[in-house]
Structure formats: structure tokens, C-alpha cells
């Protein structure tokens, strides 16, 4: 006897393809179609409702194409000056969420996110924005958008600005005469990182 076809299902906006009253037997499941820029699971899985308690089964599917994004987080006009323990949320570009609350930024300031879905000849933009910022700097809230080619990285540099900013004055005189300014001689900053 052949397997009767029972109906079919599109996945939702939260990948949920649903069928409900369903009665008691053997029942298989196979994707048809795969949303775009992914590849469809051809398996064919096999359940058996009991009762009326839904059967949950989670299923992947990968994308065809990946690129990469990594965030590289500094303090703002510091470029140099490296930003670890910011968190990030990564969206697709209708802010749909892909990751709600990112590892923190690494020692190194940077934070990636790899394998993210990208299509060949049409770069695939999500939206980067931060969620917590570093301890003693204000929370970045602008939202980035950054375009993601297949098997490119692409790059997004996301300042904070510091809670308290300080400030040096270094006085230069003349031994001997302190209360002459010395003009034209010049000093390097250096920033502390041992």
C-alpha cells in the first residue's frame, strides 16, 4: 500500500511548519523546498503520535554560500586603543535575530561571526548591534549595517565613547627659570597595557 500524502506546510517567520490533528499512527516527514540562499535535507524522518502531546522535531539546514563579519571594537578617536567585553546582537536585515547576545569582544577588541548565510552576486546585509558595552564606556546604539559576500570577511569597527574622559596638561619650562615656557618640544602618550 502506498503512503498517503497527508498535506504539506510552509515554515513560518520563526521556522515552524505546524500539522495539527493529526490521529494516532506512523508518519513521515521530507523538506521539499529550502528557503534561499540554504541547502534542503533530502532525509526522510519517520515519527509516531500517541497521543495528543505534539511531536517536536528540530531540523538544520546549511547555507550554500557563507561569508564572514568580524567587529573589531576600539575607544572613539582611539583607533588603536582595543576594547574588550562588548556584546553584540546580529540580525538579518528585517532585524530578525540571529544571535540575541554575542560571546564579549576578545582581548584583541574583535568578535566574529562566521558562516553566516550570503548568497553568490548578492551580498546578504545584517544589522550589527551592540548590546552591552565595555565596562566604563557608554553603549554604542547605532545599528550597522554590513553586507556580507560569500567566502569574503567583512569588517565593521564599532567605537565607544569612555563614562569619564580625563585629560593631560604637561608644563614645560626652563630649569632654572620655571616660569618660562619652553615652545616646539614634543611628548608621545602611551597607553598602559601590561
Known amino acids: ?7 504539506t506546510a510552509q515554515t513560518n517567520e520563526n521556522g515552524l511548519a505546524a500539522f495539527t490533528g493529526l490521529p494516532p499512527g506512523t508518519y513521515k516527514y521530507v523538506q521539499t523546498s529550502a ?5 534542503s535535507d533530502p532525509t526522510e524522518y519517520t515519527i509516531t503520535i500517541t497521543n495528543a502531546t505534539p511531536v517536536e522535531a528540530d531540523r538544520t539546514n546549511t547555507p550554500t554560500a557563507t561569508g564572514t563579519i568580524t567587529i573589531t571594537k576600539s ?6 586603543y582595543v576594547l574588550p567585553g ?8 528585517n532585524g530578525k535575530a540571529l544571535v540575541s547576545v554575542s560571546s564579549p569582544t ?9 558562516n553566516v548565510m550570503s548568497i553568490a552576486g548578492t551580498p546578504q ?6 548590546v552591552a558595552a565595555p565596562s566604563g564606556y557608554e553603549q554604542n546604539t547605532t545599528k550597522y549595517d554590513v553586507p556580507v559576500t560569500v567566502n569574503q570577511t567583512a569588517t565593521q569597527a564599532v567605537p565607544n565613547t569612555p563614562s569619564v574622559q580625563g585629560a593631560l596638561d604637561i608644563t ?3 630649569t632654572n627659570y620655571t616660569s618660562y615656557g619652553l615652545q616646539g618640544s ?6 598602559v597595557t601590561d
Do not use: H, N, R
Not at 86 to 93: I, R, V, Y
Open 1 to 7: 500500500m502506498a503512503d498517503i500524502l497527508i498535506g
Open 35 to 39: 528557503t534561499t540562499g540554504y541547502t
Open 75 to 80: 575607544v572613539a578617536g582611539f583607533p588603536a
Open 86 to 93: 562588548a556584546t553584540f546582537k546580529l540580525a538579518d536585515s
Open 106 to 114: 576578545a582581548a584583541d577588541g574583535t568578535l566574529t561571526f562566521q
Open 125 to 130: 546585509t545584517y544589522e550589527v548591534t551592540e
Open 172 to 174: 614645560l619650562t626652563d
Open 186 to 191: 614634543g611628548y608621545d602618550l602611551y597607553l
